[in-house]
C-alpha cells in the first residue's frame, strides 16, 4: 500500500550559509507538516544530525560545486551518498560518478538561474551539460524565482511583502529543457524545493528574514508515494524516500495555494498499469486518470508534444494510443500548483 509523505530536499545550515541548525529546522519542519527533511550544505557533509526530531526524519546530503570557479555554476544536489564528495566538484561527470558509486542519487540545482541585477549578485546556472547518470533536475527552487522575479529594488521591497505575489511557477526553460530530455527518451525525475537559507535583507526602510523556515516548507515542496509507510527506522526510512525519489513517484506541490495532498495520476492499457514514475507497455489504447485535491486547471503534457488534454475542475481522463513521456501541470489562481513526474509509455 502506497503511502504520500512530503518533504523539502534543499536547504542550509550554519555549516555553508543557513541561518538555523538541523534541530531548530525540523522543529519548523514539524510546525509546518512536512514528514522529512533533506538538509543539504555546501561543500559539506554532516553526518551527525541524520535521525527524527521532532518527528521529522531529518537526512543530510549536500550541494556541492567548485568553490573556485568564477563566475559560480554547476551545483549539484547530492543526496545519500553517505559521504563528503567536494573534492570532485572541479568535474561534473566526475562528481555524478563518485556520487553514483557511493549509491547516492544527483539533481542539478536551479537549472536556470537569473542574476539579480541591482544587488550585482550574478545568476548560478548548470552550464556543463555533456553529463550523464544524474537522476534528475530541481525544476522549482523558490528562492531561484524570487529572485528572478525582483528586476530592481522597488519591486523587491513590494515581494519581501508580498511574496506569494512573486512567485508563478518553475521557469518555462527549466519545464522546456525537462521536456526535450524527456522526449529525448530520458528518464528524468522533477523535484522542487525551497532552498531556505532565512538571510536577513536589508532593503531601505524594510529588513526581513527572507524567508523563515518554515514559511518556505508550506511553499514548494515534493510529495513522495512510497511503497509503504514509515516505519521510524531511521535507516529504512531513508531507504523508502530515497527509492521513491530516484523512480520519480512524485510530485512537486506549491502547497500555499492549498495542500496538493492526494493529487493522483494513473495510466492503464489493457491489463498493464502504471503510477507516477513508471513505465508501461501500450496494449492498444491508454487511458490515463488525473484527480487534483481542489479545483483546479490542468492539463496533461506529451514531452515534445507539448499539451494533449486540457481541463477544469477536479478529475480528467485522457485517451492516448501514443508512446511518450507523459506528465501533469495544475494552476490555480493563475499559479502553478502541481508539476507531477511523468508516466513513461512505451
Ligand atoms: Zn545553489
Ligand atoms: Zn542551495
Redesign the pocket.
Given at each position: 500500500m502506497t503511502q504520500e509523505v512530503v518533504g523539502n530536499l534543499?536547504m542550509?545550515t550554519p555549516y555553508s550559509d543557513g541561518a538555523w541548525y538541523h534541530d531548530q529546522i525540523a522543529l519548523a519542519a514539524s510546525q509546518a507538516r512536512l514528514d522529512f527533511i533533506v538538509v543539504?550544505d555546501?561543500n559539506v557533509w554532516v553526518q551527525g544530525p541524520q535521525g527524527y526530531h521532532h518527528e521529522v526524519l531529518v537526512l543530510v546530503g549536500q550541494?556541492v560545486h567548485n568553490n573556485r570557479r568564477t563566475p559560480q555554476a554547476n551545483?549539484l544536489l547530492v543526496y545519500g551518498a553517505e559521504a563528503e564528495l567536494s573534492q570532485c566538484a572541479a568535474q561534473p561527470q566526475q562528481l555524478i560518478d563518485a556520487a553514483r558509486a557511493r549509491g547516492g542519487l544527483t539533481f542539478i540545482?536551479h537549472p536556470f538561474d537569473f542574476p539579480l541585477k541591482f544587488m550585482r549578485e550574478p545568476g548560478i546556472a548548470w552550464v556543463d551539460w555533456n553529463i550523464e547518470g544524474y537522476v534528475g533536475l530541481e525544476i522549482w527552487n523558490y528562492m531561484s524565482e524570487f529572485k528572478a522575479r525582483m528586476p530592481n529594488r522597488l519591486l523587491a521591497v513590494y515581494y519581501a511583502l508580498y511574496p506569494q505575489r512573486a512567485i508563478r511557477g518553475p521557469f518555462k526553460e527549466t519545464l522546456e529543457l525537462w521536456d526535450e530530455l524527456l522526449a529525448d527518451g530520458q528518464r528524468v525525475v522533477g523535484v522542487g524545493n525551497s532552498?531556505a537559507h532565512a538571510f536577513t535583507l536589508s532593503l531601505g526602510p524594510v529588513k526581513r528574514v527572507i524567508f523563515p523556515y518554515e514559511y518556505l516548507f508550506r511553499c514548494v515542496n515534493t510529495h513522495l508515494l512510497l511503497d509503504e509507510g514509515l516505519t521510524g527506522d531511521v535507516e529504512y526510512d531513508k531507504y523508502l524516500i530515497y527509492s521513491a525519489l530516484e523512480q520519480g513517484h512524485s510530485w512537486v506541490g506549491y502547497d500555499l495555494l492549498g495542500s496538493t495532498k492526494g493529487f493522483s495520476f494513473t495510466a492503464r492499457s489493457a491489463s498493464e498499469h502504471a503510477a507516477i514514475g513508471e513505465e508501461m507497455r501500450r496494449a492498444g489504447a491508454v487511458n490515463f486518470d488525473v484527480e487534483v485535491p481542489l479545483p483546479a486547471t490542468f492539463q496533461i503534457v506529451r514531452a515534445g508534444k507539448g499539451v494533449v488534454a486540457r481541463a477544469k475542475g477536479t478529475k480528467m481522463k485522457f485517451t492516448s494510443v501514443e508512446a511518450g513521456a507523459y506528465r501533469v501541470e495544475a494552476y490555480r489562481k493563475g499559479r502553478g500548483w502541481i508539476f507531477s513526474n511523468p508516466i513513461y509509455v512505451l
Open positions: 534543499h542550509h543539504t555546501h550541494e551545483h540545482a532552498d
